[in-house]
């Protein structure tokens, strides 16, 4: 059976078709550029493997999810202007014909973390999936099902408390400042210090800043969705970041709820290379084909 | 049908039973007193009613709702010392003989309104209720199921941004200080002002402040569940606090997700006289003898 994976990012579009058993066979990329020709070199890759039986399609925000909404497919208020208002789904459906399920970026890699949990035999029955990156977003598993309400989740604009060395940074979201992608994502490095976050050092005190809002995005979670798990991938996101992070959670609940050991609760996508997305959409291709 | 409730709140239990229609036939309260002798006027109270076909207890907590968990049906790590370790459904399914559904006040409180909102026809998949006194809690209901993970949700234990004229009180929260209960809940009056709630003016800018804070327990939960609906309870709540809260939230979300007309969004209970824990409960056991 061959399944396929779109994933729709900002800056790029990986396109891939894979077999039952989540293997990528096939893979290419090309920058978001022009919806119109972007779209159409996506269709033009799936044309290429006429045995397709299902696609999912992992894609930037907002975008409509609900199936009674006459615009369900599309991506909506996008900041990116050229793609807002773009019907997305609907002429990939039209020129493919094959089933399609259509989900945000990050629930998309939110359930292949779940899959691959399950493969693995863990005992999970619910996982979040944040990435902080570019921005900052996250989506969840709750009982095998993605969340979702009467949109999918934006859960990188909560706010938090600031930490005391941190007052006087504004944050960088452009509609609300200093909510937790204001204050965490990647270009906050060159807005707070003016270099590139890569060019910071893994000892600078911002990263110890970054990791209390981070552990707070945890204990938000921890105290709503109670979940398994908490998985953090994206450029920020390293295993020495993820140190810190832990340390500010367990200080913060101050064992007011039972969590699972911390290595395991708050982790690193099992999934290696950014692939959580891409065996997320295989699975959910295959659902939506068995459907 | 007869069917039981039990509010079993920190300060006094409310036992009720009720007919098919949720209509309370009888009902009875006490003081949350030593255990043993709590649970026995409990069980006396029911046994006077011997046609009963069910019971639903809403508990304060934490409470192990696993039930897989060897616990299943205690108050665990309670602050209130007498309770901790205490199996409170055990007795009482014991004397009893019926079917108990078990869990947390604001479980129940959520299911109660979501469950009158149906009864109203409100097209409303998704719901959550908070109270704001005593403590702050929150419970949700998602599709028809009330939330639970690992455990139930703890949503009055996230942090929030500090108010600029806020800054210096710290919190009465004894696990975490100034998380949203240590800000909000009503015993933070006596703690910031001196005084008893009640007697604290309507035009006392303490409710501006407190509005900015559970505005962002809002914002929390429209990023995260997405719900269609809020709920708000407790003796801190009031229709003129939440004019606050809406104005906050509208300020706070800036458009960035589309949600319902605020005053139909962010509400008062439905169920009048603290009355949506009771009905939820009645439903609740109505669901648990027709399993």
């Known amino acids: 059976m061959l399944l396929g994976s779109v994933e729709a990012g900002g800056t790029k579009f990986v396109c891939a078709v894979g077999d039952e058993d989540y293997r990528i066979l096939h893979k290419t990329q090309f920058p978001t550029d ?10 033009q890759f799936f044309q290429q493997f006429p045995e397709l039986q299902a ?19 599309f991506i909506t208020d996008t900041p990116k202007l050229k793609w807002r208002q773009t ?3 609907g002429p990939i459906s039209k020129a493919l014909n094959v089933p399609i399920y259509f989900t945000t970026d990050v629930n998309a890699s939110a359930y ?12 999970i029955d619910s996982l979040v999936y944040y990435t902080v990156g570019t921005g900052v977003g ?9 969340l979702q309400g009467i949109g999918h989740p934006e859960m990188g604009h909560t706010f938090v408390k600031r930490h005391p060395d941190d007052l006087e940074f504004e944050g960088i979201c452009p509609f609300h400042g200093d909510c937790l992608e204001g204050l965490v994502a990647g270009p906050t490095f060159e807005a707070r210090l003016g270099v590139n976050g890569a060019d910071v ?17 945890t204990i938000q ?35 007011y709820v039972h969590v699972p050991d911390l290595k395991q609760y ?19 291709a295959y659902r939506v084909q068995s459907e």
């Not at 919806?35 to 070199?41: A, D, F, L, N, Y």
């Open 34 to 43: 022009d919806p119109k020709e972007t779209i159409e070199k996506t269709i």
């Open 55 to 73: 696609l999912s399609i992992a894609s930037f925000g907002p975008i409509e999810l609900q199936k009674n909404n006459p615009n369900y497919g």
């Open 87 to 89: 019907d997305f789904v």
């Open 112 to 123: 292949g973390e779940y899959v691959t949990a399950q493969l693995y035999n863990e005992k």
């Open 138 to 146: 996250g989506g969840a598993v709750l009982g095998g099902k993605i």
């Open 201 to 217: 050092p893994k000892t600078h005190e911002i990263w110890d800043i970054m990791a209390y809002y981070v552990a707070q995005a």
């Open 221 to 255: 979670q921890t105290m709503i969705l109670r979940p398994n798990n908490l998985v953090f991938g994206g450029g920020v996101v390293s295993e020495e970041f993820l140190v810190k992070v832990r340390k500010h959670f367990k200080n913060m609940l101050n064992e």
């Open 266 to 284: 708050i982790q690193m996508p099992r999934v290696k290379d950014n692939g959580s997305a891409t065996l997320g959409n295989f699975a959910l």
